[in-house]
């Protein structure tokens, strides 16, 4: 398995969904129902021996050998090599395909946000409502974290895969309040207070040191606040763009925010969902140090602000050319859905049967494979930096380090000689005759490796835009058998006709 | 829950997701599990009565009128009506959203690839390779046949929606094979005939009528096709460009199919998977011709020609445009990712609150929502053609045919008088206090409302580029009541600050 081009027009896909492969493996087989029904929709005339072989088909005579998950990867290097019978390695193709094809994109596409925003500012993945279903976004969940985000909103992902989990505020819970009667419950712990008079008072100060006119101030909005305030005194975070920032929004946030921390809480931050966030941030964060300067809170200083609103990756770019004052950003659709390119073209092909070489060679030279069953390298100079992938037939002797070798890099003429400082073996045995034989990377594990994996490239292979090719190259013997079975000469005798 | 602009650039959006949705929420609850691991993830001073509050949760007092599955629908159109607590329906956003925003997104996308394709065309969905995991792809499976697709690869869907399964081969079939000996197996039924000799015969008389040299033959496609010739002697219908259509898979095809004519058996067509698709298609249909002329075999002339290989809403226009023999099309990537527009943008939001219609008022006037709870109207005229969708608020009275009424299309001044010839509830409950109360859709019964819901459409609303927008308006009621929530002469008094 091996994608030709790596996605969204960069140098690199990273590897994703290895687990969910050696899990579905272990477990494949066909119920009794499910080859019933096959054979309720297979030709009449299918011989009956095929679904006996069906009934007692397993993984029991399959092995994978694959580079680890979260590994940084380039086009036409095998990232999994399936073997075993035949028709069993050709019924998993497809499942195989859809687990690694999504996780590697979505992976990667957080990878390339992550690069775009900097490493200073936290991202957070809010994108289930527009995923492929249920699954689909629990997947976004899951492989954004290891390709470098760190918060979900998908509650799920983080009781299942420990991803961090974070929320926001929904406009509907601001839109639900109309007025301040309904926010007269107790303040838990300590004294009950009275929040509202408290934060009325500093409204009315609020708006003085802001110039805000009372007519501005929605009501029901600053009685969301206080009710969130109640409930979360420690974590006060509301959305304040649901009527207006400026008039409504910003005001009662810092109403209410500065009655908490009198009372000795430390409220967290705001969410702008709409407009500039640029912009708006930074007008939010005057605001904070004003009140901060002013009434001596020092608790203003650090508020966060969050940012959210169909932001894409140029949204993130454009975050580190463009003065601002955002903590954390929040991305859904065009994370999740990888909207840039859609889809991975991770493909599936045969290179080996009965120990004998196999590629497809059509009329369409792009879409020629590489033949038989091969060795992953990575080479490195001596800054540790890889330089070039060294596919070799399995088989061969490992590359070693200090000492030169000839090979053929893939689209370009001619051969090249390379001496590597240090040489990585990029694929290990995972799965031998049905069973998972190494521990499974944790989250964790992989998104460690993601990041390792992309740092040590050299920027010019995972710069966003027009990156160079990083170059991968086929060993002598590779490139040999590939010129013989192209001209055929290792093809058995025509037909006698 | 309604979408504000139809994918695709189109005018409409087929709406699903609907039995999803309904059955999800009959058995939505929290286990005690969910709950732990939510107070361990939530502020330490979240109030204890919440999680008590979490465990109890159910849907038995939610209600949910809804447009039927499969309707076409425009922007601002209500959906779904969700009404219950609010603490239980804010917590069902996210996920009655995932529901039903893929859902119509790929079935959108399925009924504009059948428009773009025309009635004549058989189209195959094949995309689970390239799909957000295996249920996203069983998503897609399921709601494309809907959209209007006939077939499709995945075969669980087959077996769990009752979607018409279809296969093809895989390349790696015939790259398996290197020579015939392989193929020695007895033929299934009847006397054992020597099928390879009988085709090698042939073979030499298919390449003399077509010119062929005997050097482009390959042996192992030969080998391939006979081997499954043998066995699916009915269901013959390889791919035929693993090596070279002109040169080897198209004799090869022809030798073998003659070869099972003689024998009696009717084998079913070719598949074309790379390359120029309509012009591949009449250069095999002539040969077709060819052959059914020249050897006599009339069944030659009704075999089918599948084509496949990146297959986008463009190319099957193209096909209604250009000379080609395609008769089924197979789609997957395009199709299952909606890469012109991967996500539908529906949203969930807050309407009334105690019987007060609350509506979200930002300072991005695209973002502001209709108050109120609604019923929608479907208005036609005498020949039965929907011309505008009306909603009113409810508990007005309905419109009555042949009765004259004053609107105000979104969008656009001034009002308008209409007079309906016929008029359609869209609208209707489906779902009270935790029960289902009417029987789901079944998947034909979703399919068949598509097509006829966007047939009964007129053309210049179905049109795939730049349709005519179709209308949608309000009552005079809602209207009012949008107006005063804008100026704030509903809203209760101000604070007193």
Chains 1, 2 share one sequence.
């Not at 019933?36 to 993984?59: E, H, I, K, N, R």
């Not at 019924?91 to 957080?110: D, K, R, W």
């Not at 899951?142 to 989990?165: C, M, W």
């Not at 304040?240 to 931050?269: K, N």
């Amino acid at each position: 398995m091996f994608f030709r081009q790596a996605p969204f027009g960069g140098g690199f896909s990273l590897f994703a969904g290895l687990s969910d492969c050696l899990l579905f493996l272990r477990n494949f087989r066909l119920t009794e129902d499910d080859v019933a029904y096959l054979q309720s929709v297979l030709p009449q005339d299918t011989d009956p021996a095929f679904f006996s072989f069906l009934t007692g088909l397993d993984c029991s005579a399959v092995s994978i050998a694959s580079v680890p998950e979260g590994t940084a990867m380039f086009g036409k290097v095998p990232l999994l090599e399936v073997s075993g019978p035949l028709a069993v390695v050709q019924l998993l193709e497809t499942s195989l395909l859809c687990m690694v094809n999504y996780a590697s994109l979505v992976c990667s596409n957080a990878a390339r946000f992550r690069l775009a925003a900097g490493p200073a500012v936290k991202l957070m993945e809010l994108g289930l409502r527009r995923a492929q279903g249920p699954d689909g976004g629990l997947s976004a969940s899951r492989y954004t974290h290891i390709g470098g985000f760190d918060l979900t909103s998908n509650v799920l992902a983080g009781r299942l895969f420990g991803v961090p989990v974070a929320g926001t505020m929904a406009h509907s819970y601001i839109t639900s309040f109309s007025s301040l009667e309904e926010t007269l419950m107790p303040c838990s712990g300590g004294d009950p207070v009275d929040l509202v008079s408290l934060a009325v008072g500093w409204l009315r100060r609020v708006r003085q040191l802001l110039g805000a006119e009372s007519g501005g101030i929605r009501q029901g909005e600053f009685a969301a606040f206080l009710s969130y305030g109640i409930a979360y005194p420690q974590n006060f975070l509301p959305v304040i763009d649901s009527y207006s920032v400026q008039c409504s929004g910003l005001p009662c946030f810092c109403a209410v925010a500065l009655a908490l921390c009198e009372l000795g809480y430390r409220p967290v931050g705001i969410r702008l969902d709409s407009g500039d966030l640029c912009r708006q941030s930074v007008e939010v964060r005057g605001v904070f140090r004003r009140c901060s300067d002013h009434f001596n809170f020092p608790e203003f200083q650090s508020l966060i602000i969050v940012g959210s609103n169909g932001v894409s990756e140029g949204s993130l770019a454009e975050l580190r050319q463009k003065e601002n004052e955002i903590n954390v950003m929040g991305v859904g659709t065009h994370l999740v859905t990888c909207s840039r390119q859609p889809s991975l073209g991770c493909v599936y092909k045969l290179v080996e049967i009965s120990g004998q070489p196999r590629m497809k060679l059509t009329e369409d030279p792009k879409k020629s494979t590489l033949p038989g069953r091969k060795a992953v390298y990575r080479l490195m100079d001596s800054d540790g930096r890889p330089f070039l992938d060294l596919l070799c037939l399995s088989g061969e002797p490992e590359p070693k380090k200090g000492v030169s070798l000839r090979c053929h890099p893939l689209g370009q003429e001619p051969p090249l000689c390379v001496t590597p400082a240090q040489v990585m073996n990029l694929q290990q045995k995972v799965f031998i005759n049905g069973q998972i034989i190494c521990p499974l990377s944790s989250l964790g594990e992989s998104r460690a490796r993601a990041q390792t994996s992309i740092n040590a490239l050299h920027p010019q292979y995972t710069r966003l835009e027009q990156p160079d090719k990083y170059p991968v190259a086929i060993s002598e013997k590779l490139h040999q058998l590939f010129c013989d079975l192209k001209t055929g000469s290792v093809s058995p005798v025509l037909l006698p006709c």
